[in-house]
């Protein structure tokens, strides 16, 4: 039986929050006919850590200029944002119903426009990190003391841009800035493996002068350790190991629910596991 409550609440345990975080994320893509469902259960777990804990943030005050500032580089999942920020209250729970619907404020790939908490629409890979670290660099400037976090999917670090942004927050020295790699291994149509490696992965980043910690990115005292530390004079880079469809056996794993919408059947499945869980 689903134990979710209709009004949001501040979960104590986070890992009970990413639960929920998932069961929204199976239900908003069912319902709008969308895909990316397997994305936004990876990455559950880290947004869970990080609105239970990490980020510095104000659901009764979502403008407030000392928030710490967080973008999902990676919009295509943008359900699993949209869903903990109902969760804690930037905006109401019956609005997640709307996902993907026409009209509706919450877009398939994630957007500020008319939704409290959401810093920037994003969705074009790659892009992320150059706003990220050019907020960094702003607050450097004006002397503010808030962090800057980025969750980036492991495809994108295919994009030359990324590697810019890289040398640029490394150059500055931008200890305000950290940047969370969803690695799950799996693109769009393959593995990252297949598309285009990475390894090594850890060195690659190491060499441009980042701080570099691995993590299990499912483990969320784990995840908070890590997103909570950072190094004077010189950016932090945390590649989380995830699973794609984490949470949900049949798409745990499978290049086949980057685009799949679950429905029937498969809905039902779904739910059952995430409930019991």
Known sequence: MDRMSSQPSWV?????????????????????????????????????TLYNGVLDVRSEEPDW????????????????????LAERGFFGLAKLDTHCQNGSELSGHVSHHGNPGVEMSTGSLGHGLSVAAGMAYAARLRGASHRVL??????????GSVWEAIMFAAHHRLDNLTAIIDYNKIQ????????????????????????????????????STS????????????????????????????????????RGAELEAALRELEET
């Not at 393959?190 to 910690?213: C, D, M, Y």
């Open 12 to 48: 104590a345990d986070t890992t009970d929050l990413a639960r929920r975080i998932r069961l929204h994320v199976v239900r908003m893509t069912s319902r709008g006919g969308s895909s990316h469902v397997a994305s936004g259960l990876s990455v559950a777990d880290i947004l869970a």
């Open 65 to 84: 200029p000392g928030r710490d500032r967080f973008v999902l580089s990676k919009g295509h999942a943008g359900a699993a944002v949209y869903a903990v």
């Open 188 to 223: 769009s149509l393959a593995s990252v493996e297949r598309t285009l490696a990475l390894e090594p992965f850890v060195e690659k980043w190491e060499s441009f002068g980042w701080r570099v910690i691995e993590v299990d990115g499912h483990d969320c005292d784990a995840l």
């Open 227 to 262: 997103l909570t530390r950072h190094d004077h004079g010189r950016p932090s880079c945390v590649i989380a190991h995830t699973t794609k469809g984490k949470g949900v056996s049949f798409m745990e794993n499978s290049v086949l629910w980057h685009y799949r919408s679950p």
């Open 150 to 159: 980025i969750l980036m999917s492991d495809g994108e670090c295919d994009e």
